[in-house]
Nanobody, 124 residues
Framework: VQLQAFGGGLVQTGGFLRLSCAAS????????MAWFRRAPGKEREFVAA????????DYADSVKGRFNISRDNAKITVFLQMNSLKPEDTADYHC??????????????????WGQGTQVTVSS
């Protein structure tokens, strides 16, 4: 399984970006895709996740109401629409895939497959 992420960039505070992550290979039919981020000098943290079977979603409190995770079933692609961006959203964003279970998790170790990072920088 391979994941490829796109969409990062430089925006001003209050701006928006849309990240996408396409999965290829044997993903199966029941899995969870998620976004994590790592800011300089900080631990990787959970951002959002979506259950592919039932479309349930979960968001970190810090992004709830501003970010929206969605999917394209046909293309096995997950999107992260990021609105009202803040400087504290600046980080390297990674998509991740959990094919072992059909439960959303915020735990990094639950996700076996990771895409390369895409940098998001929000200027003040």
């Amino acid at each position: 399984v391979q994941l490829q992420a796109f969409g990062g960039g430089l925006v001003q505070t209050g701006g928006f970006l849309r990240l996408s992550c396409a999965a290829s290979g044997r993903t199966g039919s029941s899995y969870v895709m998620a976004w994590f981020r790592r800011a300089p000098g900080k631990e990787r943290e959970f951002v959002a996740a979506i259950n592919w079977r039932n479309s349930m979603t979960d968001y970190a409190d810090s992004v709830k109401g501003r970010f929206n995770i969605s999917r394209d079933n046909a293309k096995i692609t997950v999107f992260l629409q990021m609105n009202s961006l803040k400087p504290e959203d600046t980080a390297d964003y990674h998509c991740a895939l959990n094919t072992a279970e059909n439960l959303i998790s915020r735990i990094v170790d639950r996700y076996r497959y990771w895409g390369q990072g895409t940098q998001v920088t929000v200027s003040s």
